[in-house]
């Protein structure tokens, strides 16, 4: 069992950054891939973002590709969304999850374990 447990959002406008964090407790940190996924009002859950267990290879959903990064300490047990020149569009609620096994996933409904979200408003 793996806890998560977001932090970082809040309201920007648009431009602007944020960077989002992702405690982990539990299992062992680093067997988990981890993945950001968002929601915005009224639509599904989204991937945004993944990173495998080292941390060496990352994927992107394209609308965030080049704007956003993530990455991950995996002595610190915590995974980072660095969101740049943030767009109104961007406006969700973002979850941290994790998936068992050491590779990521672009698919929502392949990782096991969910935060509680933050909630992320970027102001036109």
């Known amino acids: 069992q793996v806890q998560l447990v977001e932090s970082g959002g809040g309201l920007v406008q648009a431009g602007g950054s944020l960077r989002l964090s992702c405690v982990a407790s539990?299992?062992?940190?680093?067997?988990?891939?981890m993945g950001w996924i968002r929601q915005a009002p009224g639509k599904e859950r989204e991937f945004v973002a993944a990173?495998?267990?080292?941390?060496?290879?990352?994927y992107y959903a394209n609308s965030v590709k080049g704007r956003f990064t993530i990455s991950r300490d995996n002595a610190k047990s915590t995974v980072y969304l660095q969101m740049r020149s943030l767009k109104p569009e961007d406006t969700a609620v973002y979850y941290c999850?994790?998936?068992?096994?050491?590779?990521?996933?672009?698919?929502?409904?392949?990782?096991?374990?969910w935060g509680q979200g933050t909630q992320v408003t970027v102001s036109s």
């Open positions: 999850a994790a998936r068992r096994g050491t590779a990521y996933s672009a698919y929502v409904y392949e990782y096991d374990y």
């Open positions: 539990g299992r062992t940190f680093s067997s988990y891939a």
């Open positions: 990173i495998r267990w080292s941390g060496a290879s990352t």
